[in-house]
């Protein structure tokens, strides 16, 4: 236990407070229970480590897998769609029937313009109208019966354009007008896919507000001589082509996006999408049109993403799947959160069960802790100071108790032994000092009266030896513990004699508080600080002068003794604060002194009396001045109130 003194002394130093910590903390239980407390630590935590590892590495992969497995998907039902378009352009471009009469047509129409325009007879036009009548149940028989395709239109090289399907007929257009007839024309591929636009024609056949978009496939048209003759366009609603990415975009639960470019880094889906967002996420798509999972670092939200990229040879169209890492692997996450959980709870088990087994074994130490802890010194060797039996279970222990049980009955005899003889050398060293007198007080004192009584100075003479008769009385007096008012009235004796020595040039005074008077002190505690004061004093040109004055303040007494010399020394002043604080420190009262009632002396006195409350200040000011003080609880105090008069001589 810290007894009070050593908690003030710790609270002043904090690098002591932790020493002390630390040193309580370094016990049997703490130790115990902190060794097997970290071997648990370390095995539960390489497991749950090794376990949590395994377990995320597999939800990753399932998590990878199922999104690489949703763009393989999405990829194939893109290219599924466009594979219809391509079909049913090949089934038109190597149909020699829509050859013959899409020749036929393109002439028959020529020749019927001109022949209308001469007013010739019409027989030409209702060949031409025959044979386009012909041309569109071929073109409807190469689309086939389900019409996995909505349009179909043939394009000649100057303006004209025949279309089958929700737009049957001819109609005229402009080549360069239409922003895919050059690319079309300088294909070396086959086939053409071109970017989705806004189709109002296809529009109207949709019972929606919105607009739709289209996109369409075009084949260069050949003759039987392989001479391009014209341009297949085989057109498809965009939504149908991309209905697995629409869907997918707003049903999957990681609220993912999906990207689709071509190889010239062309937006495709979605429709209105910002290029430059979404263009770092289409660099990571190799030169060779590479596949795979990738992460990538998003910039604009700070968070990682997950790509899960997707080529197609066939349309040259890049299938992008983009979703944040964490809400991918959110079921991960859930998972780490409840592994941790249950991993503390088990471990807060463990670590429960490890303090309830250093609790088992430091139990009884503790016992025995307790026992010398409550033990007071009376109680040695006596049957109070004999705890209960231990009855731990553990021999050692109990052999160890009861070894102390009669160690203390051994310590008893030798305490009081030892306490006998401090207290007879106490108690001669304080009767040492109070039949101590200074030699030169005597000398001095006694060659003044020698020469008063030359000068026939009687009754200077009288009072002095009376006053000299009644100092040595009181000083020689039996008891250590006196009224103040009887330790100042002496203490004016004793001024009194060295003034009658000094005359007019010392002067004195006393202001004490009448509440005061009958409070208990150690004897000769002020005396010996005038006659201090007297000694410092009478080296500095008189006058001299010393005051004395006693005050009461809250629960606590002072007395002040000041004189009107040159003050203590630096080094006096720093010497004597060094062992003052060296006491205050270590709590360790040195030995008094027996060449002297200094001032040191005197602080020894009256921290043996008050301990921590003891009140002990040195300054220097006009002179010298010393406070000393203490608690009124320390000795009686009478119930008068009020102020002293002053005293001067």
């Given at each position: 236990?810290?007894?009070?003194?050593?908690?003030?002394?710790?609270?002043?130093?904090?690098?002591?407070?932790?020493?002390?910590?630390?040193?309580?903390?370094?016990?049997?239980?703490?130790?115990?229970?902190?060794?097997?407390?970290?071997?648990?630590?370390?095995?539960?935590?390489?497991?749950?480590?090794?376990?949590?590892?395994?377990?995320?590495?597999?939800?990753?992969?399932?998590?990878?897998?199922?999104?690489?497995?949703?763009?393989?998907?999405?990829?194939?039902?893109?290219?599924?769609?466009?594979?219809?378009?391509?079909?049913?352009?090949?089934?038109?471009?190597?149909?020699?029937?829509?050859?013959?009469?899409?020749?036929?047509?393109?002439?028959?129409?020529?020749?019927?313009?001109?022949?209308?325009?001469?007013?010739?007879?019409?027989?030409?036009?209702?060949?031409?109208?025959?044979?386009?009548?012909?041309?569109?149940?071929?073109?409807?028989?190469?689309?086939?019966?389900?019409?996995?395709?909505?349009?179909?239109?043939?394009?000649?090289?100057?303006?004209?354009?025949?279309?089958?399907?929700?737009?049957?007929?001819?109609?005229?257009?402009?080549?360069?007008?239409?922003?895919?007839?050059?690319?079309?024309?300088?294909?070396?591929?086959?086939?053409?896919?071109?970017?989705?636009?806004?189709?109002?024609?296809?529009?109207?056949?949709?019972?929606?507000?919105?607009?739709?978009?289209?996109?369409?496939?075009?084949?260069?048209?050949?003759?039987?001589?392989?001479?391009?003759?014209?341009?297949?366009?085989?057109?498809?609603?965009?939504?149908?082509?991309?209905?697995?990415?629409?869907?997918?975009?707003?049903?999957?639960?990681?609220?993912?996006?999906?990207?689709?470019?071509?190889n010239a880094n062309e937006i495709i889906y979605p429709t209105k999408a910002d290029k430059e967002r979404y263009l770092p996420y289409m660099t990571y798509r190799g030169a060779d049109g590479t596949a795979g999972n990738q992460s990538f670092y998003n910039q604009d939200t700070g968070e990682k993403a997950l790509l899960s990229l997707h080529y197609s040879e066939f349309t040259g169209l890049s299938t992008v799947i983009i979703v944040s890492e964490s809400k991918l692997l959110s079921p991960l996450f859930t998972f780490a959160k409840r592994t941790v959980l249950i991993a503390l709870i088990i471990l807060l088990l463990s670590i429960l069960l490890s303090f309830l087994a250093a609790k088992r074994i430091t139990m009884p130490i503790q016992k025995i802790h307790r026992s010398m802890r409550t033990m007071r010194l009376e109680d040695l060797g006596t049957e109070r100071g004999a705890a209960p039996q231990?009855?731990?279970?553990?021999?050692?222990?109990?052999?160890?108790?009861?070894?102390?049980?009669?160690?203390?009955?051994?310590?008893?005899?030798?305490?009081?032994?030892?306490?006998?003889?401090?207290?007879?050398?106490?108690?001669?060293?304080?009767?040492?000092?109070?039949?101590?007198?200074?030699?030169?007080?005597?000398?001095?004192?006694?060659?003044?009266?020698?020469?008063?009584?030359?000068?026939?100075?009687?009754?200077?003479?009288?009072?002095?030896?009376?006053?000299?008769?009644?100092?040595?009385?009181?000083?020689?007096?039996?008891?250590?513990?006196?009224?103040?008012?009887?330790?100042?009235?002496?203490?004016?004796?004793?001024?009194?004699?060295?003034?009658?020595?000094?005359?007019?040039?010392?002067?004195?005074?006393?202001?004490?508080?009448?509440?005061?008077?009958?409070?208990?002190?150690?004897?000769?505690?002020?005396?010996?600080?005038?006659?201090?004061?007297?000694?410092?004093?009478?080296?500095?040109?008189?006058?001299?002068?010393?005051?004395?004055?006693?005050?009461?303040?809250?629960?606590?007494?002072?007395?002040?003794?000041?004189?009107?010399?040159?003050?203590?020394?630096?080094?006096?002043?720093?010497?004597?604060?060094?062992?003052?604080?060296?006491?205050?420190?270590?709590?360790?009262?040195?030995?008094?002194?027996?060449?002297?009632?200094?001032?040191?002396?005197?602080?020894?006195?009256?921290?043996?009396?008050?301990?921590?409350?003891?009140?002990?200040?040195?300054?220097?000011?006009?002179?010298?001045?010393?406070?000393?003080?203490?608690?009124?609880?320390?000795?009686?105090?009478?119930?008068?109130?009020?102020?002293?008069?002053?005293?001067?001589?």
């Amino acid at each position: 236990m810290i007894s009070q003194k050593e908690n003030e002394s710790i609270k002043a130093t904090p690098t002591a407070w932790r020493q002390v910590m630390w040193t309580k903390n370094r016990n049997i239980r703490s130790i115990l229970f902190s060794t097997y407390s970290l071997i648990i630590l370390i095995v539960f935590t390489v497991l749950v480590a090794w376990f949590y590892l395994w377990a995320s590495d597999l939800l990753r992969k399932n998590a990878t897998d199922s999104l690489e497995s949703m763009g393989q998907s999405m990829q194939d039902n893109i290219d599924s769609e466009f594979h219809k378009l391509n079909d049913v352009s090949l089934n038109v471009m190597y149909s020699n029937l829509v050859k013959n009469h899409f020749q036929r047509y393109l002439s028959l129409t020529t020749d019927s313009r001109s022949n209308i325009a001469v007013n010739a007879n019409v027989t030409g036009a209702e060949n031409s109208v025959q044979n386009a009548k012909e041309l569109t149940d071929i073109l409807t028989a190469a689309i086939g019966p389900s019409r996995p395709v909505e349009q179909l239109y043939l394009y000649d090289f100057k303006s004209k354009v025949y279309g089958n399907g929700f737009d049957n007929g001819e109609r005229t257009y402009l080549p360069q007008d239409k922003p895919w007839f050059d690319a079309v024309m300088h294909n070396t591929a086959g086939k053409y896919i071109a970017p989705p636009v806004p189709d109002e024609e296809m529009s109207r056949f949709i019972s929606s507000n919105e607009k739709q978009f289209s996109m369409s496939l075009f084949r260069l048209f050949y003759d039987n001589y392989n001479t391009p003759m014209g341009i297949i366009e085989v057109k498809q609603y965009f939504n149908r082509i991309f209905k697995s990415a629409i869907d997918f975009t707003d049903r999957n639960p990681y609220q993912a996006k999906v990207l689709v470019y071509n190889n010239a880094n062309e937006i495709i889906y979605p429709t209105k999408a910002d290029k430059e967002r979404y263009l770092p996420y289409m660099t990571y798509r190799g030169a060779d049109g590479t596949a795979g999972n990738q992460s990538f670092y998003n910039q604009d939200t700070g968070e990682k993403a997950l790509l899960s990229l997707h080529y197609s040879e066939f349309t040259g169209l890049s299938t992008v799947i983009i979703v944040s890492e964490s809400k991918l692997l959110s079921p991960l996450f859930t998972f780490a959160k409840r592994t941790v959980l249950i991993a503390l709870i088990i471990l807060l088990l463990s670590i429960l069960l490890s303090f309830l087994a250093a609790k088992r074994i430091t139990m009884p130490i503790q016992k025995i802790h307790r026992s010398m802890r409550t033990m007071r010194l009376e109680d040695l060797g006596t049957e109070r100071g004999a705890a209960p039996q231990l009855n731990s279970g553990l021999n050692e222990l109990d052999q160890l108790y009861w070894s102390f049980v009669k160690m203390s009955s051994r310590l008893k005899q030798s305490m009081d032994d030892l306490l006998m003889s401090q207290h007879q050398e106490l108690q001669a060293k304080l009767i040492a000092l109070q039949t101590q007198m200074n030699p030169h007080f005597l000398y001095n004192t006694l060659t003044t009266i020698q020469v008063m009584a030359q000068e026939n100075m009687n009754a200077e003479i009288v009072a002095m030896t009376e006053n000299m008769s009644d100092f040595l009385r009181y000083f020689s007096a039996d008891g250590s513990l006196v009224a103040l008012k009887e330790e100042v009235l002496h203490t004016r004796k004793y001024l009194e004699i060295n003034q009658i020595r000094f005359g007019r040039k010392l002067h004195f005074e006393f202001d004490i508080d009448d509440q005061l008077t009958e409070l208990r002190i150690p004897k000769l505690i002020i005396q010996p600080l005038v006659e201090n004061a007297l000694k410092f004093a009478t080296k500095h040109q008189p006058p001299w002068t010393i005051r004395v004055t006693g005050t009461i303040s809250a629960n606590h007494w002072q007395v002040e003794v000041a004189d009107t010399g040159d003050g203590f020394s630096e080094e006096s002043l720093a010497n004597l604060d060094r062992r003052i604080q060296e006491i205050d420190k270590t709590n360790v009262l040195p030995l008094l002194q027996l060449n002297g009632m200094g001032l040191l002396n005197i602080y020894i006195r009256m921290k043996l009396m008050y301990g921590n409350e003891t009140i002990f200040r040195i300054a220097n000011g006009q002179g010298a001045t010393v406070i000393i003080g203490g608690t009124l609880t320390q000795g009686g105090i009478n119930e008068h109130h009020g102020h002293g008069g002053t005293a001067v001589s």
